[in-house]
Nanobody, 120 residues
Framework: QVQLVESGGGLVQPGGSLGLSCAAS????????MGWHRQAPGKQRELVAV???????NYADSVKGRFTISIDNAKNTVYQQMSSLKPEDTAVYYC??????????????WGQGTQVTVSS
C-alpha cells in the first residue's frame, strides 16, 4: 500500500503564486509518473500536469506557462509551482501517482486533495 501526503494550497489573490507538494510512501520499487488533477465545484476532475520519473511533462492547455511540475525521485515527491493564478484555478487539487509496487505490479493512488482558492 502507498500513501500520498499532500501539502500546500490555501487562499491566494489573483496573480499570486502558490506551491503544492505530494510525497509518496510505502512499498514503491519505482515511480512511473506523478501528477496533479483538480476538480472545481460542479465540474469533472481534470488533469492539470503530469511528470514521469524521467522528467517528461505534460500540462493542460489552461495552465501552460503558469504552472511548473517537478519531481524528486529520491524522495518520491512531486511538486507543482503555480503562478499568475486566476479565479478559475480555484479547485480541489488531487495528487496522483502510478507506481511499481509489491509483486512488481503497477498501482494507481490518489491523495486526499487540497483546496486552492484564488480570490481577492
Amino acid at each position: 500500500q502507498v500513501q500520498l501526503v499532500e501539502s500546500g494550497g490555501g487562499l491566494v489573490q489573483p496573480g499570486g503564486s502558490l506551491g503544492l507538494s505530494c510525497a509518496a510512501s510505502g512499498i514503491i520499487f519505482s515511480i512511473n509518473n506523478m501528477g496533479w488533477h483538480r476538480q472545481a465545484p460542479g465540474k469533472q476532475r481534470e488533469l492539470v500536469a503530469v511528470i514521469t520519473s524521467g522528467g517528461s511533462t505534460n500540462y493542460a492547455d489552461s495552465v501552460k506557462g503558469r504552472f511548473t511540475i517537478s519531481i524528486d525521485n529520491a524522495k518520491n515527491t512531486v511538486y507543482q509551482q503555480m503562478s499568475s493564478l486566476k479565479p478559475e484555478d480555484t479547485a480541489v487539487y488531487y495528487c496522483n501517482a502510478r507506481v511499481i509496487g509489491d509483486r512488481r505490479a503497477t498501482y494507481e493512488y490518489w491523495g486526499q486533495g487540497t483546496q486552492v482558492t484564488v480570490s481577492s
